[in-house]
């Protein structure tokens, strides 16, 4: 098959699951330059006590913006479609290779950087994330959070869904340092769930670890 066809080929089955175009380079973003109407979801935290926030900023080698110092989430994403491997058929006297359809399946991630919200706050720092869509791209419903505290670094990671609704307002524990973080989510279309999927092993199996209410 010549290279036309194949490009044809994988135009013709794009129409029905996409062309796989492999992996992308994660991108850096600030939660105030994502549309609110376009976001998944949007995050408030508050941290018990202030992290270290020392925002940089530079130009890489594919001219994108990379931040680095201060609070922010990673937001995976991956996209399933049709690619195609080599196969053979032999004759009597030649291999001929044609294209082997497979289903594939690509990864990207981003990075938003959340905006400090000015003000006195209740218990500590509040900041405020954008959880982005991708277009042709399907979200995991998971995010990480990352900050530094005193260059004690620490990440707890939470699940979400715009399908199933539940009471996503809450205090939490980081699982490394156990620092204090009060989280509030609200979705776009009023409806959605989000849990923390971080565990400890005197709480097997649970997606969730929060402290009592009464903590």
């Known amino acids: 098959m010549t290279i036309p066809k194949l490009i044809a080929g994988c135009f013709a089955a794009s129409l029905l699951a996409g062309c796989v175009h492999g992996e992308m380079f994660p991108k850096d973003y600030l939660a105030q330059d994502i549309d609110k109407q376009q976001a998944l979801l949007e995050l408030d935290v508050v941290f018990g006590q202030v992290p270290d926030d020392k925002l940089t900023s530079r130009v890489t080698a594919r001219n994108t913006v990379e931040y680095a110092g201060a609070p922010h989430i990673v937001v995976p994403f991956y996209q399933k479609g049709l690619g195609f491997d080599q196969g053979f058929a ?15 399946t690509a990864t990207a991630s981003s ?17 405020r994330f954008r959880v982005p869509g991708k277009a042709q791209w399907n979200s995991n419903e998971t995010f990480m959070l990352k900050f530094e505290r005193k260059d004690r ?3 707890i990671t939470f699940r979400f869904s715009n399908e199933k609704s ?46 009592p209410p009464a903590a």
Request: proline share 7%; glycine share 10%; charged share 20%.
């Open 90 to 104: 032999r004759t009597y006297m030649f291999a001929i290779v044609y294209p082997v359809a497979k289903v594939e």
């Open 111 to 127: 990075r938003v950087f959340g905006q400090h919200i000015d003000g006195q706050q209740q218990g500590g720092a509040r900041y």
């Open 153 to 155: 670094r620490e990440e």
């Open 166 to 211: 539940c009471p996503s307002a809450f205090n939490a524990i980081t699982p490394k340092y156990g620092f204090p973080i009060q989280v509030s989510a609200t979705f776009k279309d009023g409806k959605g769930c989000l849990k923390v999927c971080d565990s400890r092993d005197q709480w097997p199996g649970f997606c969730a670890y929060q402290p």
